[in-house]
């Protein structure tokens, strides 16, 4: 696993993008594409030829965005709600999510071959990408994503609405 380093920039993008910031639309997505970029940094051996990002839909479009413009790899979007995946045939595969709370979604689509990529994974899905994860962020809370603007009880605002202004 690999976990970006903090420095002042990059806390203060992590702050723009935690659920209690209040922070919504354009602003938001452009942290979640900065931090993409800065974890883009720290990923070698990915050969911008045979490398492929996947974009979970919705919520990973915009950190996905950043490690595409850092990489200058190829870009395809999954909706895991709507289709089947299909693996890229490229040799390197990155799986990018803005938030990953258990792993299930990614769990049944990744091979031993891929990688992750998320902002944000809580610490209990970290033991199944362990070798496979790059994030900029591990955390212990836990909450159901939902329609509200502020976290109460295991009910938050969802980092999709929030990213889309739908808040």
Known sequence: MYKLEKNQEVERLIALTK??????GAELAKAHIRLGEL???????FSPSDTTVVAVLRGGIF???GLYFQL????????????????????????ADSVIHTGKTIEKI??????VACCVINEHAVPLFERQLYTVRISQNSFYG??????????GPDTTMRLFNQL
């Open 19 to 24: 659920s209690d910031s209040g922070v919504s």
């Open 39 to 45: 974890l883009g940094i720290q990923m070698k051996g």
């Open 63 to 65: 950190f996905a965005l």
């Open 72 to 95: 200058g790899c190829r870009l395809e979007m999954y909706h895991p709600k709507c289709e089947k995946f299909h693996r890229p045939e490229t040799q390197h595969v990155i799986i």
């Open 110 to 115: 990744l091979d031993k071959d891929m990688t």
């Open 146 to 155: 939902s329609a509200v603007k502020t976290q109460k009880g295991n009910i």
